[in-house]
């Protein structure tokens, strides 16, 4: 059987890479994980190509029921062209240009490419994040104050 973490990695990687279908197969379970790559994005970065289908065979994951809930989120965010827009340094992450100001974005927002999503501030530099991609903001996945790791999630968005 496997743990809800595994399957969550085993999706991210093939979420980042150019395998467009990825089978794991272990004792009597099995995990498929297929991308459809589109014209679309076929221009665009391999980021941006997402994972669209994730094939479970049941039981297949050893734990309770809220573990089996995490999955079932992890592999409809799969199928529902989100994209990360991630973290490209460690730094303290800020969502509006100072205290007094709205937040760059927020959930439900639409951003276009080259759009400031949130400032990050590194060895007293601040640096503002763009975009990168057109869609809407579904998740902040940082809290504004934090600090963030190099390839951290902060957002995601479903792309246009």
């Not at 639409?110 to 991609?133: G, R, S, T, Y």
Request: hydrophobic share 40%.
């Amino acid at each position: 059987m496997f743990k809800v973490h595994e399957i969550s990695d085993v999706i991210k990687l093939v979420d980042h890479s150019s395998v467009q279908e990825f089978t794991l197969e272990q004792a009597d379970t099995k995990i498929t994980i297929k991308k459809v790559i589109t014209e679309k994005n076929l221009t665009e970065t391999p980021v941006k190509n997402s994972v669209s289908e994730v094939i479970i065979s049941p039981d297949l994951v050893e734990g309770n029921q809220a573990e089996n809930q995490k999955v079932e989120e992890i592999t409809s965010k799969a199928s529902e062209n989100l994209v990360e827009i991630t973290s490209p340094m460690i730094g303290t992450f800020y969502s509006s240009p100072n205290p007094e100001s709205a937040p760059f974005v927020e959930v439900g927002k639409k951003i276009q490419p080259q759009d400031i999503v949130c400032i990050l501030e590194a060895m007293k530099l601040f640096n503002e994040i763009e975009a990168e991609v057109k869609g809407e903001i579904v998740e902040i996945l940082v809290e504004d104050g934090h600090l963030v790791e190099y390839g951290q999630p902060m957002f995601l968005v479903k792309v246009d």
